[in-house]
């Protein structure tokens, strides 16, 4: 188990979380380019290319606010959350009673779906604090 994972599951252990993931991207040196991966997520999202590339498309997410704003987010092939607002960090958006919270650090972001039984307030919080940790103990 990489330690990625274990982000995923100290997440997924929380009350009402459905599905986590952590992509990334990193300079490959031996091709000089810039490479994005999923780095780690529970079996709540799937194992294919068109979900994966949703989930890599929410990399740069602070630079497609206007889209998400006009278009919804999707975390997900034909899944819409309808974008709710924006921070330095994270965004949230809502399907239902679903929320979805995208938090970043330096080389990746969180993606995180829960449920109306999760306390958004203490999943929020706990992303942010494990992307801080990351941020600072990691530079990453």
């Known amino acids: 188990m990489s330690g990625w994972d274990q982000y995923v599951q100290q997440i997924a ?11 990334g991207e990193y300079h490959d ?3 000089n380019a810039v490479q994005k991966s999923v780095w ?13 590339k949703c989930l890599l498309d929410l ?3 602070q630079n497609n606010i206007p889209t998400f704003q006009a278009s919804g ?9 309808m974008f709710v607002r924006p921070d330095e960090n994270y965004i949230v958006g809502k399907k ?4 979805l919270y995208v938090v ?5 972001v969180f993606v995180v779906i829960h449920n109306s039984e999760g306390v ?15 941020r600072t103990s990691y530079g990453a």
């Open 13 to 23: 252990s929380m009350g009402g979380v459905e599905k986590v993931a952590i992509v």
């Open 120 to 134: 958004a307030g203490n999943i929020l919080n706990t992303v942010n604090k494990l992307a801080d940790h990351i």
């Open 104 to 108: 970043s650090f330096k080389q990746g």
């Open 59 to 61: 990399l740069d997410f």
């Open 73 to 81: 987010i999707y975390p997900e092939p034909n899944v819409k959350f």
């Open 96 to 99: 239902n009673q679903d929320t």
């Open 29 to 31: 040196a031996s091709t």
């Open 40 to 52: 780690a997520k529970n079996s709540g999202f799937k194992d294919d290319a068109a979900s994966t």
